[in-house]
């Protein structure tokens, strides 16, 4: 029995996807996305300018999080792609993030990206840099100081990579 359903994110799920996106990017602790951004800069940013973007749902249809799947670069470094992912209130700890990662790696796989690299995860987000170092990213550079944190100050964002085809 499939625990979570992914589906292409259309406007409407957008639209109720929005109050997360909004808290998460208001916060400022995990990406650095300016809190004054508006409904259609969001949804083209999440939605539109990605390859992929997909709503994460539970057997009942109701809305669990979202993510999006990007090249990370173009001409010669568009093998290797990126991802954001956002996970609703009520679905934290529920293994959404991991299930979204995951799903994104196939994804990519899928869409013949050889590697998965995120840019900027925040040091102090410990939950997320555990879960993407137990899912097999590397830190592969730390980035001095380079997010200010509402609480903690300035800290450091980690480079995290993951090769997704094995060498021949």
Not at 81 to 90: A, D, F, I, L, Q
Not at 109 to 138: C, I, K, P, T, Y
């Amino acid at each position: 029995m499939q625990r979570f359903v992914f589906t292409p994110m259309t406007r409407d799920d957008f639209a109720l996807f929005w109050p997360t996106f909004q808290t998460i990017v208001a916060a400022q602790e995990t990406y650095a996305i300016d809190p004054d951004i508006t409904f259609d800069d969001a949804y083209h940013l999440w939605c539109t300018l990605p390859l992929h973007s997909l709503a994460v749902k539970d057997g009942q249809g109701q809305l669990l999080g979202a993510y999006y799947l990007k090249a990370n670069a173009a001409g010669p470094g568009k093998h290797v792609c990126n991802c954001g992912y956002m996970v609703t209130p009520h679905a934290r700890g529920k293994g959404v993030a991991r299930a979204m990662c995951e799903h994104s790696q196939v994804l990519a796989g899928d869409a013949g990206f050889e590697a998965m690299q995120f840019n900027a995860v925040v040091a102090s987000n410990h939950v997320a840099v555990a879960l993407w170092q137990r899912l097999g990213f590397a830190i592969v550079g730390t980035v001095p100081q380079a997010f200010r944190h509402p609480s903690l100050g300035l800290v450091d964002t980690y480079v995290m990579h993951k090769r997704l085809v094995k060498d021949a």
